[in-house]
């Protein structure tokens, strides 16, 4: 009978070993990853008790928004191209949204916030507020987030829809429509 040298039977435990280990934490790392996702969505599913900073000084915060009105909030970054061509078709057709309040939200300098704004009409509007809150806090209460991400929120607080990537506005728009038409078949059933 052909016995194996100790050197390999050793170096066969050693692989073993390895391949064990290995697969044991791709396990884990996908499990944990999976688990981080299922928590990132629990804890957006309520709109967060957020507080954002105004252009002229003053803080937003949960208690702020109106309990009739949608809420959108809309992470930003004034530099990211695809942020300026959803926020430019906003501001043209900001009339076509009834009962939506919108919170422009970026982690980037006052100042540079303010010179945007200056550049467009948001600031005249009533239902709409550019704000500034620490890319900490941000992840704290929304979780990672690619610029543009997009929140929609019903009067309730309940998150309605999620989007991490821009999106045509009328996305936004009907996705609110169809939420108030199926809020107004369950009212009536």
Not at 2 to 10: A, V
Not at 19 to 29: A, D, E, F, S, T
Not at 40 to 53: N, R
Request: glycine share 2%; with cysteine; charged share 20%.
């Amino acid at each position: 009978m052909n016995k194996l040298p100790n050197w390999m039977k050793t170096t066969k435990h050693f692989v073993l070993i390895v391949i064990i280990v290995v697969v044991g934490c791709l396990w884990y790392m996908s499990y944990n990853k999976i688990a981080q996702k299922k928590a990132a969505q629990e804890q957006i599913s309520q709109i967060p008790d957020f507080e954002f900073g105004t252009l002229a000084g003053d803080t937003i915060s949960l208690n702020y928004l109106d309990s009739e009105e949608n809420t959108v909030i809309i992470y930003f970054n004034t530099h990211c191209d695809f942020c300026q061509f959803e926020l430019e078709e906003l501001e043209k057709r900001i009339s076509d949204f009834e009962k939506t309040h919108f919170l422009l939200v970026s982690a980037e300098p006052m100042d540079i916030l303010k010179s945007y704004a200056a550049q467009h009409s948001f600031n005249s509007l009533s239902n709409v507020d550019i704000c500034r809150c620490s890319y900490q806090k941000l992840n704290q209460w929304f979780g990672k987030l690619p610029a543009p991400s997009i929140f929609i929120y019903d009067p309730e607080g309940q998150l309605i829809k999620h989007f991490k990537e821009a999106v045509k506005i009328d996305d936004i728009l009907s996705t609110l429509e169809n939420h108030m038409l199926l809020t107004q078949k369950l009212e009536n059933i």
